[in-house]
């Protein structure tokens, strides 16, 4: 499996919680930015690639002339003809019809929408430009170009909300009829206005938000895959799992990270750098045994029904026995997997694999 991640670092405006490598949108940076992606592509002429996940950023910020440009040369570049799936983020204040039937032409099978909530007073208090009608009319025009392949990312135990409100966005987010849910505990990042005003968050509401989010999903229908994901069946994230197979990535973009033929690398994140090509990529790290077995361990965890295979474990035996008599993990025909009360605490657990 070979998948390609693109980054577009384009946003209309930065979320008060985002530490997410994005710029505020400017036509004629993006012009230029487009035009770079494209000349970066040709590297990699006739690749085949099994993913495309085109993210931010915010990619439906680009208009629609650019969004075609964009996956005109990224149809050009690469070998499509075993692609299994293509995915586009999309906010909803910048979704339109024409993008959608763009996007559709060139191939794309899956988009992600951040909705983050479905209260427009909440959506205004985590700095968000589009509010909740806006995403109604989003995904419906969504739908009638023909997506149902379609993924809702959603923050939770922000400030002001309630468990009883967050239920109220479960079961709006199920009725929306899309197989993929992202939910993410918002986290207080430094250099973001949260950070900068003192917010702070609840480690027991954010808990039971969870918990609440594996009752409502799992009724609903959806297969907790994944710490953050749930899916429909045969619905999971397949360009995602493949991250935590720890399987081959390329990357185009500025910031934009890739793992190709055992070395990890980023490219570039100075834009100017970027667009006027050279040597764009940075952080080169070759891959050896130890580093690829504690990749493994760390990103197969996180798929939490599949796991990670014992086999990978070779120098970690002894962290990997003392975790599962903790019954932190445990073990299912050959695999090892994070213990249901250690999902939400992850972190704890992946961190002594480090
Ligand atoms: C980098 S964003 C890109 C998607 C798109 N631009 C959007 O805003 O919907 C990917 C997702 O990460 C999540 N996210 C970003 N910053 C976060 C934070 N500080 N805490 C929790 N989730 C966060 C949001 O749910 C967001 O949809
Ligand atoms: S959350 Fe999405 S829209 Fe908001 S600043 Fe981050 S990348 Fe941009």
Not at 76 to 103: D, G, V, W
Not at 133 to 150: C, D, H, P, R, Y
Not at 235 to 245: E, K, T
Not at 326 to 348: Q, T
């Amino acid at each position: 499996m070979l998948g390609l991640y693109v980054h577009i670092h384009f946003c209309r405006q930065k979320c008060f919680y985002c530490d997410f490598f994005s710029v505020k949108y400017d036509k004629y940076l993006a012009q230029k930015y487009v035009a770079a992606i494209a000349k970066h592509a040709l590297q990699y002429k006739n690749i085949q690639l099994d993913t495309i996940y085109i993210g931010g950023g915010t990619p439906s910020v680009l208009c629609e002339n650019k969004i075609e440009k964009l996956l005109e040369s990224i149809n050009n570049a690469f070998n499509l003809r075993q692609l299994k799936e293509y995915t586009f983020e999309l906010n909803p204040e910048s979704a339109s019809e024409e993008k959608f039937e763009i996007l559709k032409k060139y191939g794309v099978n899956r988009i992600s929408v951040g909705l983050q909530s479905d209260y427009d007073a909440y959506l205004k208090s985590l700095g968000r430009v589009h509010n909740f009608s806006q995403f109604i009319a989003a995904l419906e025009t969504a739908k009638k170009v023909g997506f149902e392949n379609i993924n809702l990312d959603l923050i939770y135990g922000f400030p002001n909300q309630t468990l009883e409100q967050w239920r109220h966005t479960l079961l709006n987010a199920v009725s929306f009829d899309c197989p993929h849910i992202s939910l993410y505990p918002l986290s207080v990042e430094e250099n973001t206005p949260f950070y900068k005003n003192a917010i702070t968050t609840d480690d027991d509401l954010q808990r039971q938000m969870y918990e609440k989010a594996c009752e409502i999903l799992s009724s609903n229908g959806f297969e907790h895959y994944e710490i953050s994901n749930w899916a429909k069946k045969n619905r999971q994230s397949l360009h995602n799992s493949n991250y935590w197979r720890n399987c081959q990535y390329l990357a185009l973009g500025a910031g934009a990270s890739g793992y190709f033929k055992g070395q990890r690398y980023k490219n570039t994140a100075d834009i100017g750098k970027y667009i006027a090509g050279g040597k764009i990529k940075t952080e080169i790290e070759n891959i050896d045994g130890k580093t690829f077995e504690t990749e493994s361990i760390i990103l197969g965890l996180r798929l939490i029904n599949e796991g990670a295979p014992e086999t990978i474990f070779k120098n970690k035996t002894q962290i990997l026995q003392e975790l599962l008599d903790a019954k932190m993990l445990v073990k299912e025909k050959g695999r090892i997997k994070l213990s249901r009360d250690y999902i939400f605490i992850s972190n704890l657990v992946l961190s002594r694999f480090i």
